[in-house]
């Protein structure tokens, strides 16, 4: 569920998948408000969605690797490494 939460910053039409079409009601199309999965522009827009949530909670972007964030303080540090397995 994780993709339905990117937002989308283009114009994104689709057709409707088949079986939910209604009776006359061929050739429409949606107009997707939200990223979803199979989109191309999916992982990139849950992964901002996911970064500026992290940032709010204080964490950097590494300027190394971008998927990984870190927060230093006196107490230590907190590494968040983020990995996604598409299988």
């Not at 998948?17 to 939200?34: D, I, M, S, T, W």
């Not at 191309?40 to 990984?68: I, Y």
């Not at 303080?73 to 490494?81: E, W």
Request: with cysteine.
């Amino acid at each position: 569920t994780a993709f339905f939460h990117g937002d989308l910053y283009e114009e994104v039409y689709m057709e409707q998948p088949l079986g939910f079409v209604a009776q006359g009601e061929y050739g429409r199309v949606c107009h997707l408000k939200k990223s979803l999965y199979g989109l191309k522009q999916s992982p990139r827009a849950w992964f901002g969605k996911f970064s500026n949530v992290v940032r709010e909670f204080g964490l950097r972007k590494s300027r190394c690797d971008h998927t990984v964030f870190y927060r230093q303080s006196r107490a230590g540090i907190i590494l968040l490494v983020v990995y996604v397995d598409d299988m």
